[in-house]
């Protein structure tokens, strides 16, 4: 299955809200994950199952989405938030991730 | 808590061989499978394969087929993922990660919950 995430890149202010896509090229269900990734950092899992929140990931993310259409939304943009988010199906073996979407600073 | 502490960097020359290695503590080992995920300089994230702790099966890219091998120690709860014939396209920060679940048969088992801090491996004559 072949991930793809829109926009490449996307520039926003702090306290902006963020809306990230994700698709994917046949219906993976709602087996979707959301990771973030800071530079020079591991990745971090943020959500899975399309819109369930990893322990101790705050409220302002969110998903949604099923079948090939994702989204991750970050309600006020936080300074930390800058960073590259990437989805992952995991409902074929094996998962395959998407080329990610950089949100930075405005 | 759960931590994977990963080993150190490594420079290689093309052609040979290099051994990363991932060594859990905070949860019981045998009980969630690993998988190896590298990443090179400015690109994505590119899975390469899964081992489970438990029995030993593995499952790798079919791009990387013959030339990984994943391997785990159960008496020291370590993991470790080696890759032969380097070549500079694999030079790229490797990271083993936590599946939610020992095996891949169970969908909701595959997200990857925690991970390693990462071994740049850098290959160069």
Redesign the interface.
Known sequence: IVMTQSPATLSVSPGERATLSCRASQSVGSNLAWYQQKPGQAPRLLISGASTRATGIPARFSGSGSGTEFTLTISSVQSEDFAVYYCQQYNNWPQTFGPGTKADIK | QVQLVQSGGEMKKPGASVQVSCTASGYRFNSYGINW?RQAPGQ????MG?ISPYNGNT?Y?QKLQGRVTMTTDKSTSTAYMELRRLTSDDTAVY?C?RQ?GVD?VV??A?????????TLVTVSS
């Open positions: 995920v994505g994230l590119e899975w899964w499952y890219a990271y990660a939610t891949v969908v909701a595959r997200v990857f919950d925690y991970w390693g801090q990462g």
